[in-house]
C-alpha cells in the first residue's frame, strides 16, 4: 500500500495559483501527509489553522496506526471524488484532460474491485472443489465396502443353499424303488 508519488500528484491535477493551492494541499494530501509549517504562508484567517497544523504534527504516528487498513481503492475514490467537489466550487473547467484521469481513476478502481470479486470467486470455487473431493472420496469408500459386503454375501448364500444334484437325483430313485 505505497502512496502515490509525487510526479503522478503533479500530472494528475492541474497547475493552480498561488492562494488556491493551500485549498488543495488540504482537501488533497490531508490523508498522506502533513504540510510543513514553513510552507503555509498563513493569512488572518489562517492562524488558527496553522496551529492546528503544528499541533497535527505531534499527532502524526497514531494517524498512520488509523490509515493502516484503508484501501488504496477507497483513497483514490475518495480523492476524486474532493477534487471534483473543489472543481464545481471554484467553476473551474473540468476539461478533456482531467476528464480523462478521472476516467482512467474510474478504471483502476473498478479493475481493483474486479480482482477482488475474481478472489472472492476462485476462493468460494476452490472451497467447492474442496467439498465435493471429500465427499466423492467418501462415496468411492462407501462403494468399495459395499461391493465387497455384496460378494461376501453371494458366497455365504452359495455355501447354504442346497445343491441341484442332490435334490434332483434322490427323486428319480424313489420312482424306481416304487
Do not use: C, H
Not at 85 to 113: C, H, P, T, W
Not at 115 to 132: F, Q, W
Not at 137 to 152: C, D, G, Q, R, Y
Amino acid at each position: 500500500m505505497s502512496l502515490p508519488s509525487s510526479s503522478w500528484r503533479r500530472n494528475s491535477f492541474p497547475p493552480l495559483l498561488a492562494d488556491d493551492k493551500s485549498k488543495v494541499e488540504e482537501s488533497d494530501e490531508d490523508l498522506f501527509t502533513v504540510p510543513d509549517v514553513e510552507q503555509i504562508q498563513p493569512a488572518s484567517d489562517d492562524t488558527t489553522r496553522v496551529s492546528e497544523v503544528q499541533q497535527g504534527s505531534s499527532n502524526n504516528t497514531s494517524g498512520k496506526q488509523r490509515r493502516r487498513g484503508r484501501n488504496p481503492v477507497d483513497r483514490e475514490y475518495r480523492k476524486l471524488k474532493r477534487y471534483m467537489s473543489y472543481m464545481e466550487k471554484e467553476n473551474l473547467i473540468f476539461d478533456e484532460y482531467y476528464k480523462g484521469n478521472a476516467r482512467l481513476l474510474r478504471n483502476r478502481v473498478s479493475a481493483q474491485q474486479a480482482r477482488e470479486r475474481k478472489k472472492v470467486y476462485v476462493n468460494d470455487l476452490e472451497s467447492k472443489a474442496e467439498r465435493l473431493q471429500d465427499k466423492n472420496s467418501k462415496l468411492e469408500e462407501k462403494i468399495s465396502t459395499l461391493v465387497n459386503e455384496n460378494t461376501m454375501l453371494r458366497k455365504i448364500l452359495m455355501s447354504t443353499r442346497p445343491k441341484a444334484d442332490e435334490s434332483v437325483e434322490p427323486k428319480p430313485d424313489q420312482s424306481a424303488n416304487s
